[in-house]
């Protein structure tokens, strides 16, 4: 047990209030679980505590960890990062701890696919001193349910590189063409992925 760890168990061994105490009872418990044992309990007290929550309709509400190897890139990211950029990431993380988690989706065989976040999640799990500091874990966040279609999907992946600034012509003007054969009009592609008509208009023409 860590001198932080022990602080807050005292703090809350001096708390009058039931409740407290019985919360003391349940975190000593977890603390001498095995690592995997003790993410999966706490995975489940997160996911109840968020269905409680006034704030259960955003994601971010509700972080998991979850295994590296269940997580795996989608087939459409247009975004890519240079070298000096992956280098910085893996510096970040390495430095500041992971302060974002990775956007997912959860696929029919209950792996996740990355809507967000592929090059955090590289760093997961090809860095080994990042891998295993988290045991082997990466933190996600799952996008809602009504954003399962690929086309929704594929749209959600692109407003988070734009509003990031990144991402690549030619494979934007793929997903807008991708788009278009999902029967979706050149209007509903232009607000969905925060585009003016006439960058839709160049982007099926390149």
Known sequence: MSEQESNQLDLLAGADDAGRKLVMTYISGLMALP?????????????????????????????????????????????????????????????????????SMQDEAGGFEVIDGFHRHRVGKECADIQGRVHGYLPLVQIRSSQQDKSDRMAATIRHNRARGEHRVDSMAEIVLELKRRFWSDEKIAKELGMEPDEVLRLTQV
Do not use: C
């Not at 007290?45 to 972080?63: C, G, I, N, W, Y």
């Open 35 to 103: 690592v995997d044992e003790r993410v999966e309990e706490i995975n489940q007290l997160r996911e109840a505590l968020h269905m409680v929550s006034p704030f259960k309709t955003e994601p971010v509400d509700f972080v998991r960890w979850v295994k590296n190897t269940t997580v795996h890139a989608n087939d459409y990211n247009p975004n890519s990062v240079a070298p000096p950029e992956m280098e910085l990431l893996r510096l970040s993380i390495s430095s500041d701890g992971y302060t974002q988690p990775i956007v």
